[in-house]
């Protein structure tokens, strides 16, 4: 089997990425910018096309998105381009390949009033990277047999990424304040955790929406405070703050997170808890100083 991941240069990508090679499995990966990638816009359909007939996929994992949500509504026609229409271009490349299409979506979908949230309930986005990702969701889902796996709070050890527990591991060793909502809720997600989930759910030919998180539902200071306690962080330089206090240019789901009773009756099991997740990072750390 080949497999195209778009966007392996990202935090996703590169977990999927990493667990294809582990498991040799014939793997291509596509950035703009990085080195040893095929190259691929997905704002630029003829880039598409030729990442396809280069690695002639038959399972394409399109991870890549504009995922800044406050540039995403400062540049709502940049976001509609590339989080829109370029799955909808995957999605036709992928109709006239015969590939097989897995779509990273997130939580965002829902506007946070009633969360955590099942595939099934109604969407209502609350942002520009709500909207485009959702719409992107439905491009996708319009081709037969694609998987769209809903997402949130991705995190892990990379330090190419501005994930959250990158960006709390940062602060922590500059010496700086980090103000940190505490009135988002949501399910904090290990990528290498939801890697090993998609290529499952891959393996088994599921295709629909599929919410992928970890377990456990707790607040954005919460997982802060739980992620000093593993790493043995004084989280003193931690302040919680409201999300309104944050002047963010994008409105956030509050009461957000994803339910995962549908992947775990698919799958037989769901994903690890974020205590065991951020003591294999607290082990990364270690191994680093
Ligand atoms: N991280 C989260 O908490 C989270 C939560 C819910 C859902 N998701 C979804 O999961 C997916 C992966 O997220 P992530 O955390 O891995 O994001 P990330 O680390 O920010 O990576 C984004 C990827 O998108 C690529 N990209 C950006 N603009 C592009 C363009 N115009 N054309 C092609 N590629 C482009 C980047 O590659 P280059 O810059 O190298 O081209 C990079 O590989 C996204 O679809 C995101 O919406 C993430």
């Known amino acids: 089997m080949r497999v195209l991941v778009i966007g392996a240069s990202g935090q996703v990508g590169g977990a999927l990425t990493s667990l294809a090679v582990r498991r040799k499995i014939e793997v291509y990966g596509t950035s703009r910018t990085g080195r040893g990638f095929l190259y691929l816009d997905l704002a630029g359909p003829a880039s598409i096309k030729s990442a396809f007939e280069k690695s002639r996929p038959d399972l394409v994992l399109l991870c890549s998105a504009m995922t800044h949500v406050d540039n995403c509504e400062r540049s709502p026609e940049l976001a509609r381009k590339i989080n829109s229409e370029g799955p909808g271009l995957v999605a036709e490349e992928c109709r006239r390949t015969g590939a097989r299409l897995v779509y990273l979506s997130t939580e965002y979908v829902f506007d946070g009033t009633g969360g955590p949230y099942g595939e099934e309930d109604p969407v209502n986005p609350v942002s520009v990277y709500g909207r485009t990702k959702l719409e992107g969701e439905r491009a996708v889902l319009g081709l037969e047999g694609s998987l769209a796996v809903r997402t949130t ?137």
Not at 169 to 178: L, T
Not at 232 to 248: D, H, K, M, S, V
């Open 153 to 289: 709070v991705v995190y892990s050890h990379n330090p190419a990424s501005k994930n959250f527990i990158m960006q709390l591991i940062n602060n922590y060793r500059s010496g700086a304040r980090m103000r940190v909502p505490s009135d988002q809720f949501s399910n904090p997600t290990y990528a290498p955790d939801l890697a090993a989930a998609v290529l499952e759910l891959a393996g088994k030919g599921a295709s629909g929406i599929y919410n992928v998180t970890g377990p456990d539902w707790l607040n954005r200071y919460d997982f802060a405070l739980k992620a000093c306690a593993a790493f043995g962080f004084n989280p003193a330089f931690i302040e919680a703050r409201l999300t309104a206090e944050l002047g963010q240019a994008a409105a956030r789901p509050l009461k957000a997170g994803l339910k995962t009773d549908k992947l775990a009756l698919e799958l037989g099991h769901g994903l690890p808890s974020s205590g065991e997740s951020l003591l294999k990072i607290a082990g990364i750390i270690k191994q680093y100083e």
